[in-house]
């Protein structure tokens, strides 16, 4: 069965750094668009970025461009969001998701949570 592990979250001051790491398992990995979302308490889920599954294009969400990176390795069936001068208002649990072209749902991680505070 597909499994998708999120790791990586924790406290951070406002203005520091933090990676989130998804680990797949259960799926052939290139044959998936990863996704990263987050859901901040009393709000909708929102798509942050995602990154193609074979040619590697990657978009975000205006409120963390120039700030996060998405990446994916192939090697070892993982997708990462680099999160740099992270702000209070990127304090969320964060999903990974991997969905198919033509798809919607896919499937989803459990959840890790990114708290920007000092």
């Known amino acids: 069965q597909v499994q998708l592990v999120e790791s990586g979250g924790g406290l951070v001051q406002p203005g520091g750094s933090l990676r989130l790491t998804c680990a797949a398992s259960g799926m052939v990995f290139r044959r998936y668009a990863m996704n990263w979302y987050r859901q901040a308490p009393g709000k909708q889920r929102e798509l942050v970025a995602t990154?193609?599954?074979?040619?590697?294009?990657?978009t975000y969400a205006d409120s963390v461009k120039d700030r996060f990176t998405i990446s994916r390795d192939g090697d070892k069936n993982t997708v990462y969001l680099q999160m740099n001068s992270l702000k209070p208002e990127d304090t969320a649990v964060y999903y990974c998701?991997?969905?198919?072209?033509?798809?919607?749902?896919?499937?989803w991680g459990q959840g890790t949570q990114v708290t920007v505070s000092s």
């Open positions: 998701n991997a969905r198919r072209i033509g798809e919607t749902g896919g499937y």
């Open positions: 990154i193609t599954s074979t040619s590697g294009i990657t």
